[in-house]
């Protein structure tokens, strides 16, 4: 079945750096496009990266341009996320999904960033 493993989270401070790692599973992943999705407290899951099935093509919400990197290993079945600069309103868990999600989540990553 789909799974998907993430891990790398932390608690960090103000303009620290984390990477986040997800191992996926069950589904031919190197057809399928990716994304890293957030959700804090009191708010909706939304999508913060994706990229394309072979990595060239990478999209980036606003609010993490410029400071969030997404990339991917095809022969691993892996999907990462290189978070720099982080501020108190990346706190959130973390999670990878397709870039349209399946009904399927995984357990995410807890992100926690203090000021």
């Known amino acids: 079945q789909v799974q998907f493993v993430e891990s790398g989270g932390g608690l960090v401070h103000l303009g620290g750096s984390l990477r986040l790692s997800c191992a996926a599973s069950?589904?031919?992943?190197?057809?399928?496009?990716m994304g890293w999705f957030r959700q804090a407290p009191g708010k909706e899951r939304e999508l913060v990266a994706s990229?394309?099935?072979?990595?060239?093509?990478?999209n980036l919400a606003d609010s993490v341009k410029g400071r969030f990197t997404i990339s991917r290993d095809n022969d691993k079945n892996t999907v990462d996320l290189q978070m720099n600069n982080l501020l108190p309103e990346d706190t959130a868990m973390y999670y990878c999904?397709?870039?349209?999600?399946?009904?399927?989540w995984g357990q995410g990553t807890q992100v926690t960033v203090s000021s």
């Open positions: 990229i394309s099935r072979f990595g060239h093509n990478e």
């Open positions: 069950g589904f031919a992943f190197s057809r399928t496009a």
């Open positions: 999904n397709y870039r349209t999600p399946s009904g399927s």
